[in-house]
């Protein structure tokens, strides 16, 4: 059996991880492992995925950006940008 070790979280901490349990069932070491794996990127970047990154920061800096409250008014759903006071 694998050593078990105790870690003391927050109440809220731990709301949030029943939040991401894909079933009732699923143990918080499951869920903190998904989740620890699912951060790591083994797969290098594409070519075309380093050009569009150093587009994005040309764009950055060149001042070529939108609000997201912008882009939302511009979808209609300003309203949800209301609510959630973004």
């Known amino acids: 059996m694998p050593e078990v070790t105790t870690v003391r979280m927050r109440s809220d901490t ?3 991880l029943d ?3 894909l079933t009732p069932r699923e143990t918080y070491d499951e ?13 290098p970047m ?3 995925e380093i050009e569009a990154m ?11 950006v939108r609000s997201l409250r912008d ?14 006071n973004l």
């Open 14 to 16: 731990k709301a949030l």
């Open 19 to 21: 939040d991401l349990k």
């Open 31 to 43: 869920v903190v492992r998904r989740l620890a794996e699912a951060a790591y990127d083994d797969e």
């Open 46 to 48: 594409t070519p075309e």
């Open 54 to 64: 150093e587009e994005g920061i040309a764009d950055l800096k060149a001042g070529r």
């Open 71 to 84: 882009i939302m008014k511009d979808l209609g759903d300003d309203k949800v940008i209301e609510s959630r």
